[in-house]
Protein backbone atom coordinates (compact mmCIF):
# COMPACT_ATOMS: atom_id res chain seq x y z
CA UNK A 1 0.00 0.00 0.00
CA UNK A 2 1.07 3.30 -0.59
CA UNK A 3 3.20 5.76 2.22
CA UNK A 4 3.71 8.50 3.00
CA UNK A 5 6.58 9.55 5.90
CA UNK A 6 6.65 11.91 8.44
CA UNK A 7 9.43 13.44 9.87
CA UNK A 8 10.12 14.57 12.68
CA UNK A 9 7.90 12.38 14.60
CA UNK A 10 8.10 14.50 17.55
CA UNK A 11 10.09 18.05 18.28
CA UNK A 12 10.47 20.27 20.92
CA UNK A 13 11.26 23.71 20.69
CA UNK A 14 11.94 26.83 21.90
CA UNK A 15 9.66 29.72 21.72
CA UNK A 16 10.51 32.07 18.82
CA UNK A 17 12.21 29.34 16.85
CA UNK A 18 11.11 28.03 13.73
CA UNK A 19 10.65 24.24 13.23
CA UNK A 20 10.49 22.62 9.47
CA UNK A 21 8.20 19.62 9.28
CA UNK A 22 9.04 16.79 5.84
CA UNK A 23 5.95 14.65 4.18
CA UNK A 24 7.75 12.00 1.72
CA UNK A 25 5.29 10.12 0.14
CA UNK A 26 7.50 7.07 -0.82
CA UNK A 27 6.20 5.17 -3.31
CA UNK A 28 3.56 7.25 -5.16
CA UNK A 29 3.67 10.32 -7.06
CA UNK A 30 1.43 12.98 -5.32
CA UNK A 31 0.80 16.25 -7.00
CA UNK A 32 -0.96 17.48 -3.97
CA UNK A 33 -0.52 17.08 -0.51
CA UNK A 34 -2.51 18.27 2.51
CA UNK A 35 -1.71 19.51 6.72
CA UNK A 36 -3.59 19.03 9.22
CA UNK A 37 -3.70 20.04 12.48
CA UNK A 38 -5.08 18.37 15.39
CA UNK A 39 -5.42 19.78 18.81
CA UNK A 40 -6.69 17.50 21.76
CA UNK A 41 -9.86 15.86 21.73
CA UNK A 42 -11.01 17.28 18.67
CA UNK A 43 -11.10 17.02 14.72
CA UNK A 44 -8.76 17.30 11.88
CA UNK A 45 -8.79 20.63 11.10
CA UNK A 46 -7.19 20.73 7.31
CA UNK A 47 -4.57 23.86 7.85
CA UNK A 48 -3.56 23.96 3.73
CA UNK A 49 -3.53 22.11 0.79
CA UNK A 50 0.42 22.29 -0.82
CA UNK A 51 0.20 22.06 -4.63
CA UNK A 52 3.65 20.69 -6.48
CA UNK A 53 5.10 23.61 -8.17
CA UNK A 54 2.88 26.01 -7.14
CA UNK A 55 1.43 28.26 -4.33
CA UNK A 56 0.03 26.56 -1.62
CA UNK A 57 -3.92 27.24 -0.93
CA UNK A 58 -4.91 27.96 2.70
CA UNK A 59 -7.85 27.57 4.76
CA UNK A 60 -9.45 30.56 6.20
CA UNK A 61 -7.76 31.37 9.37
CA UNK A 62 -4.77 29.86 8.72
CA UNK A 63 -1.54 32.52 9.05
CA UNK A 64 0.17 31.22 5.78
CA UNK A 65 3.51 33.84 6.72
CA UNK A 66 3.61 31.34 10.05
CA UNK A 67 2.64 28.13 8.00
CA UNK A 68 5.17 27.92 5.03
CA UNK A 69 4.62 24.85 2.66
CA UNK A 70 6.87 24.43 0.18
CA UNK A 71 5.76 21.66 -2.28
CA UNK A 72 9.41 21.10 -4.17
CA UNK A 73 8.50 18.11 -5.89
CA UNK A 74 6.42 15.45 -6.49
CA UNK A 75 7.26 13.40 -3.16
CA UNK A 76 7.85 16.07 -0.99
CA UNK A 77 6.23 19.03 0.74
CA UNK A 78 7.43 20.80 3.91
CA UNK A 79 5.96 22.83 6.69
CA UNK A 80 7.30 25.29 7.95
CA UNK A 81 5.88 26.48 11.28
CA UNK A 82 8.04 30.10 11.77
CA UNK A 83 8.79 31.87 14.85
CA UNK A 84 6.81 29.32 16.96
CA UNK A 85 4.92 29.66 20.10
CA UNK A 86 3.54 27.61 22.97
CA UNK A 87 -0.19 27.68 21.80
CA UNK A 88 1.21 26.29 17.86
CA UNK A 89 2.19 23.13 20.08
CA UNK A 90 0.20 20.37 18.23
CA UNK A 91 -0.30 17.40 16.85
CA UNK A 92 0.56 18.28 12.93
CA UNK A 93 -0.32 15.69 9.86
CA UNK A 94 0.24 15.55 6.17
CA UNK A 95 -1.79 13.50 3.52
CA UNK A 96 -1.40 12.85 0.04
CA UNK A 97 -3.12 11.33 -2.65
CA UNK A 98 -1.91 9.48 -5.93
CA UNK A 99 -1.74 11.25 -9.22
CA UNK A 100 -5.19 10.62 -11.21
CA UNK A 101 -6.84 8.87 -8.41
CA UNK A 102 -8.78 11.61 -7.31
CA UNK A 103 -11.37 9.14 -5.02
CA UNK A 104 -8.70 7.46 -3.73
CA UNK A 105 -8.25 7.14 0.01
CA UNK A 106 -6.24 9.79 1.03
CA UNK A 107 -3.26 8.20 2.82
CA UNK A 108 -2.01 9.93 5.83
CA UNK A 109 1.74 10.35 7.51
CA UNK A 110 1.97 9.14 11.19
CA UNK A 111 2.20 12.91 12.65
CA UNK A 112 4.31 15.09 14.40
CA UNK A 113 3.75 15.99 17.51
CA UNK A 114 5.39 19.64 17.70
CA UNK A 115 5.56 21.11 21.70
CA UNK A 116 6.39 24.61 22.41
CA UNK A 117 8.55 25.89 25.32
CA UNK B 1 -19.64 25.27 11.07
CA UNK B 2 -19.10 21.68 11.89
CA UNK B 3 -20.32 20.43 8.27
CA UNK B 4 -19.53 16.20 9.66
CA UNK B 5 -20.45 15.70 13.21
CA UNK B 6 -19.73 12.53 15.27
CA UNK B 7 -22.02 13.57 18.57
CA UNK B 8 -20.80 10.54 20.33
CA UNK B 9 -17.50 11.62 21.82
CA UNK B 10 -17.00 7.92 23.01
CA UNK B 11 -18.45 4.62 23.34
CA UNK B 12 -17.35 1.50 24.74
CA UNK B 13 -18.44 -1.96 23.55
CA UNK B 14 -17.91 -5.95 24.76
CA UNK B 15 -15.91 -8.13 22.81
CA UNK B 16 -17.74 -9.79 20.59
CA UNK B 17 -20.62 -7.23 20.40
CA UNK B 18 -21.08 -5.15 17.84
CA UNK B 19 -19.52 -1.33 17.61
CA UNK B 20 -22.07 1.26 15.48
CA UNK B 21 -20.66 5.02 15.18
CA UNK B 22 -22.19 7.26 13.85
CA UNK B 23 -22.11 10.76 11.77
CA UNK B 24 -24.11 13.28 10.58
CA UNK B 25 -23.05 15.84 8.02
CA UNK B 26 -24.81 18.84 6.52
CA UNK B 27 -23.15 19.73 3.90
CA UNK B 28 -25.03 18.29 0.54
CA UNK B 29 -22.07 18.24 -1.90
CA UNK B 30 -19.89 15.49 0.00
CA UNK B 31 -20.57 12.55 -2.49
CA UNK B 32 -17.87 10.56 -1.03
CA UNK B 33 -17.51 9.26 2.81
CA UNK B 34 -14.58 8.03 4.00
CA UNK B 35 -13.94 6.30 7.81
CA UNK B 36 -10.67 6.43 9.25
CA UNK B 37 -9.02 4.67 12.35
CA UNK B 38 -6.84 6.40 14.71
CA UNK B 39 -4.23 5.36 17.12
CA UNK B 40 -2.69 7.73 19.60
CA UNK B 41 0.43 9.77 18.29
CA UNK B 42 0.03 8.08 14.45
CA UNK B 43 -1.81 9.27 11.24
CA UNK B 44 -4.99 8.00 10.37
CA UNK B 45 -5.20 4.87 8.56
CA UNK B 46 -8.21 4.13 5.57
CA UNK B 47 -10.82 1.75 6.85
CA UNK B 48 -14.05 1.94 4.43
CA UNK B 49 -15.67 4.33 2.06
CA UNK B 50 -18.71 5.06 0.78
CA UNK B 51 -19.91 6.84 -2.47
CA UNK B 52 -23.22 8.57 -2.26
CA UNK B 53 -24.78 6.21 -5.19
CA UNK B 54 -24.45 3.50 -2.81
CA UNK B 55 -26.61 2.92 0.77
CA UNK B 56 -24.21 -0.05 1.91
CA UNK B 57 -20.76 -1.01 1.84
CA UNK B 58 -19.26 -3.85 3.31
CA UNK B 59 -15.56 -5.43 3.97
CA UNK B 60 -14.79 -7.98 6.45
CA UNK B 61 -16.17 -7.24 9.85
CA UNK B 62 -16.56 -3.36 8.91
CA UNK B 63 -19.91 -2.21 7.56
CA UNK B 64 -20.65 1.60 6.23
CA UNK B 65 -24.50 2.64 6.07
CA UNK B 66 -25.39 5.49 4.43
CA UNK B 67 -28.93 7.21 4.80
CA UNK B 68 -28.67 9.66 1.64
CA UNK B 69 -31.81 12.11 2.95
CA UNK B 70 -31.00 11.50 6.52
CA UNK B 71 -27.07 13.19 5.60
CA UNK B 72 -26.27 9.95 7.99
CA UNK B 73 -23.92 7.34 7.68
CA UNK B 74 -22.72 4.77 10.02
CA UNK B 75 -20.22 2.35 10.79
CA UNK B 76 -20.79 -1.62 12.27
CA UNK B 77 -18.08 -3.47 13.35
CA UNK B 78 -18.91 -7.04 13.88
CA UNK B 79 -17.65 -8.60 15.85
CA UNK B 80 -15.35 -6.21 17.74
CA UNK B 81 -12.31 -7.20 18.87
CA UNK B 82 -10.01 -5.51 21.56
CA UNK B 83 -7.49 -4.39 18.38
CA UNK B 84 -10.50 -2.04 17.22
CA UNK B 85 -9.90 0.36 20.60
CA UNK B 86 -9.14 3.69 18.41
CA UNK B 87 -10.76 6.25 17.84
CA UNK B 88 -12.92 6.72 14.46
CA UNK B 89 -13.21 9.84 11.94
CA UNK B 90 -15.62 9.86 9.06
CA UNK B 91 -15.05 12.06 6.45
CA UNK B 92 -16.74 13.91 3.38
CA UNK B 93 -15.36 14.25 0.25
CA UNK B 94 -17.18 17.09 -2.13
CA UNK B 95 -17.66 15.71 -6.10
CA UNK B 96 -15.08 16.88 -8.05
CA UNK B 97 -12.58 18.07 -4.99
CA UNK B 98 -10.45 16.21 -2.92
CA UNK B 99 -10.62 18.22 0.43
CA UNK B 100 -11.41 15.92 3.17
CA UNK B 101 -13.81 17.40 5.84
CA UNK B 102 -13.57 15.27 8.92
CA UNK B 103 -15.50 14.85 11.92
CA UNK B 104 -14.84 15.40 15.69
CA UNK B 105 -14.15 11.85 16.04
CA UNK B 106 -15.14 9.02 18.28
CA UNK B 107 -12.93 7.06 20.64
CA UNK B 108 -13.80 3.24 21.02
CA UNK B 109 -12.96 1.02 23.36
CA UNK B 110 -13.51 -2.30 23.34
CA UNK B 111 -13.29 -4.21 26.57
CA UNK B 112 -13.04 -8.08 27.19
Not at chain 2, 3 to 14: G, T, Y
Not at chain 2, 28 to 35: A, V
Not at chain 2, 72 to 77: E, K, T
Not at chain 2, 93 to 98: D, E, K
Request: aromatic share 10%.
Amino acid sequence: GAVVSQHPSWVICKSGTSVKIECRSLDFQATTMFWYRQFPKQSLMLMATSNEGSKATYEQGVEKDKFLINHASLTLSTLTVTSAHPEDSSFYICSASKVGQGDSPLHFGNGTRLTVT
Amino acid sequence: DQQVKQNSPSLSVQEGRISILNCDYTNSMFDYFLWYKKYPAEGPTFLISISSIKDKNEDGRFTVFLNKSAKHLSLHIVPSQPGDSAVYFCAGFPGGGNKLTFGTGTQLKVEL
